[in-house]
């Protein structure tokens, strides 16, 4: 099946997307030996491609992690401006993962991220339906236990300024079948056959 190049690559775990791109209009990458351009594709069951002249990698084994995202940190991976992210929490030998839906920098708790892109997009599609449970701090002081199931920007806390209360901290503890736990925050662990089974379901 043809990919566009930049996301073939960013598969593989050669480099991130943005990274290809830049390699791609800098003419570092080819297609059975001629040079690409940007919005190119490529079969690689059928045809060579070559990075920097060397080959493309076979896919890698696919790896699930689930993170404790601890406050300050960034979950997107795009934001020159960010001074951590969820990617510096894990050990370089773990390749390219991406976190799959998103949490505000201020907001903590249960992230997945993961290689396989089939996956991400089955997550993230709005119509997923996933639950997402979150325990939320607010002022006047109390404690509420919130489920949504769609992932709108902020969602939760403009949830609870409509009502006059302010977040004072907020932890997503439970995607579907998956639980936070015991897991402290920057804390992670590979998910667990069953938890592989849920989510490639």
């Known amino acids: 099946m043809r990919e566009?190049?930049?996301?073939?690559?960013?598969?593989?775990?050669?480099?991130?997307?943005?990274?290809a791109e830049a390699l791609i209009a800098d003419?570092?990458?080819?297609?059975?030996?001629i040079t690409a351009r940007l919005g190119d594709s490529?079969?690689?069951?059928?045809?060579?491609?070559?990075v920097s002249g060397v080959p493309l990698p076979p896919p890698p084994a696919a790896i699930y992690i689930l993170?404790?995202?601890?406050?300050?940190?960034?979950?997107t991976l795009r934001d020159v401006h960010a001074e951590r992210t969820v990617r510096e929490l894990l050990p370089p030998a773990l390749g390219y993962l991406v976190p799959v839906g998103r949490l505000d920098k201020e907001s903590e708790g249960l992230m997945?991220?993961?290689?396989?892109?089939?996956?991400?997009?089955?997550?993230?599609?709005?119509?997923?339906?996933?639950?997402?449970?979150?325990?939320?701090?607010?002022?006047?002081g109390r404690e509420l236990t919130i489920t949504i199931?769609?992932?709108k920007k902020h969602q939760v806390r403009n949830m609870c300024?409509?009502?006059?209360?302010?977040?004072?901290?907020?932890?997503?503890?439970r995607e579907g079948e998956l639980i936070l736990g015991s897991l402290k925050p920057g804390e992670?662990?590979?998910?667990?056959?069953?938890?592989?089974?849920?989510?490639?379901?």
Not at 161 to 173: A, P, S
């Open 112 to 140: 997945l991220m993961t290689n396989d892109g089939a996956v991400v997009r089955k997550l993230t599609h709005p119509s997923s339906g996933v639950e997402k449970e979150y325990l939320v701090t607010v002022k006047p």
């Open 67 to 75: 993170l404790n995202k601890p406050r300050g940190v960034t979950s």
């Open 4 to 19: 566009r190049l930049q996301k073939l690559i960013s598969s593989r775990g050669v480099m991130s997307r943005r990274a």
């Open 149 to 151: 199931t769609e992932g």
């Open 42 to 50: 490529a079969d690689p069951e059928t045809q060579t491609v070559t």
């Open 188 to 201: 992670w662990r590979y998910l667990t056959e069953k938890e592989i089974r849920y989510v490639r379901s």
């Open 27 to 33: 003419g570092g990458v080819a297609v059975d030996g």
């Open 161 to 173: 300024k409509d009502r006059g209360l302010t977040v004072t901290r907020l932890i997503r503890v």
